[in-house]
């Protein structure tokens, strides 16, 4: 699903953010990234998310080469994907609902099905009865449930989260996971950017480490992908 | 969940809505900018429109005297009636001219005060008439092209008691080029001032963005087009610029109906110079068109320099 060869990505002479970075990630993949802060995680997702191009190497996303996409397909390969930051991102001015139908509306989903939509997503993350209220009236927990329901509106065959609890207490924490592994049982690969080592360790997901541009590690799983994530964050 | 089927570059009719309804929201947040780059479309489509006001009123004044090819002969004030008599009978004679009306001083004293109502009182102070006797001479169309006829017409200046003679085609084509420099005058200004509105919508619509920049993100980021994320703004210079041009319209008319009830007297030069009648429709409809056209220029100068992203 998520191929990257040998991809280095220099954003002038004296800083390399990437160095010959190659690894894949298959389909319905649950992947930690890891590494400290500078590590190259963010422009790791950057170039997932083709805000930018590497240097050198190739970055291949659902059979996408992104180096060869042209500008106007960036749109429509977008609409496959599906992100939450640590920031929630929410727009302020927006109720949680208008804050869903404006991604509908940019999707060119009718009108009329937005709320029926809007419903179903925040029902999954447990926020149905907060349609009307704004961000601001949400504690951090659920602007980021909000969030994570923006981000599965649309199905998204991969899910990209940057420190997406980065902000949260510890039941918070495992609240979000809980959606992030529901998502990934429901079919979409999932790759997260977190620094939270015991998250990494308690998971024992696949994660990646970078280190200065560099992947210095590679852990695979320990456990079987379902069973182990059911016992983990109590889904069932 | 269920799947969202993507028409892809399709704009449904609710994405059309939410650019009106997002475009207007944008201008009412944004009061005091949008409320600036509307008085200046309106200010310079105001001096453009009004250039084409009294253009079109002179041009209307031009129509009605165009049929009635005039020279009019102007004697002395001490002009006998023999000397009346003689200009009288070599005008009877001449076969390039229809008919012939004596005018006399007291009737041009009265013709002028009707005109002229508001400088009556400074009229009755005089202690003499000051205006000649003069003949007013219908001429044949076919005379008024030729110099000999000019000429030979011009020519009866020599006789004695005569002063001048004037023709007014000759005043008409003077009139048709000042209606042409006011027109010319009008739309340089005008021009000038739309110029400086668009630019000042390029700047309103640019502060928007700015303002909406972390929108504009997630909107690039779940995969919105450049046409959905430029709409708005796009609606939002066009919305500006079409209120400006009917805000032109509307203090046009206003000042028009005002100086018109000012004047008050249809009979009398200004009115029929000024205000003998309002723009027509399709000047009025090309006025505020001008102003729709000025607010999507402005729009797309600043949409047009892509926000952020790396190609």
Known sequence: ?236 | MASVSLPAGETPSNTFTWFVREAIRRIWVSKRTSFLAISMIAISLFILGACLLVAENLERAVERWQGKSRATVYFDSEATPDQIRAVDAYLAQHPDLRSRRLITREQALARFKSMFTSLNDIVDQLDDNPFPPSFEIDVAPRAIQSKAFADEIGGLRKLPGVDDVQFDWQWLARLRRLIDLVDLAGLIAGGILAIAAAFTIANVIRLTMLTYREEIEIMRLVGATERIIRGPFILEGILQGTIGGAVAVGLLFAAFTLTRRAVATPQSLVWSFLVSGFLTWQKIVALIAGGTLAGWIGSWLSVRERVTEEA
């Open chain 1, 1 to 236: 699903m998520i191929h990257f060869y040998h991809v280095t990505k220099r954003f002038d002479r004296y800083s390399t953010a990437l160095h010959d970075v190659t690894f894949h990630i298959e389909k319905g993949e649950f992947v930690f990234l890891t590494g400290a802060s500078g590590a190259g995680k963010s422009t790791l997702l950057k170039l997932i998310l083709r805000q930018i191009r590497p240097t050198d190497g190739q970055v291949v996303v659902n059979g996408r080469n992104l180096n060869a996409m042209k500008r106007s397909q960036i749109p429509m390969f977008r609409r496959e994907l599906g992100f939450v930051f640590q920031d929630f991102k929410l727009i302020e001015r927006m109720t949680v609902f208008e804050n869903l139908a404006f991604i509908l509306t940019v999707l060119n989903v009718p009108a009329r099905e937005h709320k029926k939509r809007a419903y179903q997503a925040l029902r999954a993350v447990d926020l149905h009865h907060k349609l009307s209220a704004y961000p601001l009236q949400l504690s951090g927990g659920e602007q980021q449930r909000v969030a994570v329901a923006r981000a599965l509106i649309n199905d998204p065959l991969v899910l990209i989260a940057d420190e997406p609890t980065g902000n949260l207490d510890p039941d918070l924490t495992r609240e979000i996971m809980q959606i992030f592994v529901n998502a990934n049982l429901h079919g979409s690969t999932v790759l997260l950017a977190t620094h939270d080592r015991d998250l990494i360790r308690d998971s024992g997901r696949r994660t990646i480490t970078l280190d200065a541009g560099r992947v210095i590690e590679e852990k695979m799983p320990t456990v079987e992908r379902a069973t182990r994530s059911e016992a983990l964050f109590g889904i069932g």
